[in-house]
């Protein structure tokens, strides 16, 4: 947060032996330390390579891609969390479209939904830390209340109540299955055939190891079978380093301490003052701001000014392979990412437009009140004009070659 240089709250994945090729238990810890730059080599095992899913997990697959539960009859969810994209957007808009006509904008970028698996709800941390929670203001407590909401939203698949969504699930070729596995009179019942669309839907993506595989090139050197080449080193020392790039003080580079993988967030929110993005059609009104944890979507944490315009720290695995950057999808080019990150304050001509007074209208996508709020303490954004970046451009280019090795799919003999 904007004043914090406390240690932030962290959440470690913890797995116990794997036994038989059933869903696996995890269980969650809650760590806290600051994130950092180990990376100590402790083989963990392996998760199984075929896992059996459950019947509402299968369900789940079906419906997951079923575009005949939208109101245009062309959108599922993996329409805009495309598998073949690590579960994001594969086009390049700031915002998709959806609605009965395809032609009604959201107003944040699609985040990828690898590693959500075992999020908890949103929670504030014993330091005050806003932490964990699904969506990018953690306004959904469960992957299962998550996905009722594109389901019924207006700009998304458009259903427009329970009864709309149920009589189309009643048309879909796995009614049958949704009967066995769920009552064969659930369909009388659409509040509660909704809530079994979002479990199976929760359940595909919890059990399913598409979502959460952990073999990018990192993860085979964190396990001892590989080496990194020294410009994927490099970046990663960058990365860790706290007086340079200080990325894993909030995107997690190193094993938990019971040996979990990393997920490359802290799942904390932060504010970073990105950029207001004129690509956002809701952005022509001027008088329109995505505060984040403070509204105008989430709405229970709207008189926590602090929190104006906090957003959750995404993980970077797979972030090479993203077309659309932070929340507003204001970056199309990961270069561009970095060069905000560590020329914000030497440079913010370069990322912010003029007021009027032709001054530099410095977070741009701030009311002014809430300016204060953007994180200015924190390495890489304690800077000044004048001062040197924290990253040259060669060592934003060794960052981006370490952040290639976090691609999930790594073949080790290709
Ligand atoms: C029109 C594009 C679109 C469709 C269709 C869509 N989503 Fe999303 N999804 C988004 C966007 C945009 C967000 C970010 C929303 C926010 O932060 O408020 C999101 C967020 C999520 C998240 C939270 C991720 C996180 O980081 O916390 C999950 C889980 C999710 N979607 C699952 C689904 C499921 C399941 C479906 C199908 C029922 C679905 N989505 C359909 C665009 C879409
Ligand atoms: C103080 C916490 C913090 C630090 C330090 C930090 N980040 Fe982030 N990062 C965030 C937050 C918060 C977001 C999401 C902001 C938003 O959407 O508005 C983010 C988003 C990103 C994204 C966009 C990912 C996506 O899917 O849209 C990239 C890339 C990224 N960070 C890379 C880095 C790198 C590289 C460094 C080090 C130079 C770094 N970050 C340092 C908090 C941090």
């Known amino acids: 947060m904007s ?56 369900l789940g697959q079906k419906i997951f891609s079923d575009t005949s539960l939208s109101a245009s009859g062309q959108m599922a969810c993996a329409t805009c969390h495309n598998p073949a994209n690590a579960h994001a957007q594969s086009n390049d808009l700031s915002v998709q479209l959806g609605g009965a006509n395809q032609q009604i904008p959201g107003t944040r970028a699609v985040p990828s939904l690898r590693y959500l698996n075992l ?97 990018a090139k990192y993860d085979q050197f964190l396990a001892g079978k590989i080496a990194l080449n020294s410009a994927e080193l490099r970046g990663l020392a960058l990365f860790n380093n706290p007086a340079k790039g200080n990325c894993a003080a909030c995107h997690v580079s190193a094993r938990g301490a019971d040996g979990s993988a990393p997920l490359f967030t802290d799942f904390s929110y932060d504010n970073i ?60 080019n990961l270069r561009d990412v970095l060069g905000f990150y560590v020329r914000r304050d030497t440079n913010p001509e370069e990322w912010y437009p003029r007021a009027a007074d032709g001054s530099i209208d410095k977070f741009d996508d701030l009311p002014a009140a809430y300016k204060k709020n953007v994180n200015t303490v924190e390495v890489p954004y304690n ?32």
């Open 3 to 58: 004043s914090s240089t406390l240690c932030r709250s962290s959440i470690a994945r913890h797995f116990p032996p794997l036994s038989g090729t059933r869903t696996a238990l995890f269980s969650l810890l809650l760590l806290s330390g600051c994130g950092g730059g180990g990376t100590a080599v402790t083989p963990v095992a392996a998760p199984p390579a075929t896992i059996t899913l459950s019947a509402a997990a299968l």
């Open 119 to 215: 999020l908890p709800a949103f929670f504030f941390a014993k330091d005050g830390t806003p932490t964990a929670g699904f969506n990018r203001d953690g306004s959904a407590a469960t992957l299962a209340g998550q996905a009722r909401v594109p389901l019924l939203a207006a700009h998304e698949m458009a259903n427009i109540s329970a009864a709309d969504l149920t009589a189309r699930l009643a048309k879909a070729a796995y009614v049958e299955e949704f009967r066995q596995v769920f009552g064969s009179d659930i369909l009388a019942a659409p509040e509660q055939a909704v809530e079994r669309i979002g479990f199976a839907l929760q359940q595909y993506q919890k059990e399913d190891h598409d979502f959460f595989p952990f073999d």
């Open 273 to 332: 003052g990105v950029p207001r993005n004129p690509a956002i059609p809701a952005n022509a009104d001027p008088a329109y701001f995505d505060l984040g944890l403070c509204g105008p979507i989430r709405n229970d944490l709207s008189s926590r000014s602090d929190l104006c315009g906090a957003f959750k720290v995404p993980t970077l695995r797979n972030v090479t392979t993203r077309k659309v950057f932070f929340h507003n999808g204001r970056f199309t």
């Open 383 to 414: 800077r000044l004009p004048g001062m040197a970046p924290a990253l040259s451009a060669q060592e934003i280019d060794d960052v981006i070659t370490f952040l290639g090795t976090l691609n999930d799919g790594y073949q080790i003999n290709p």
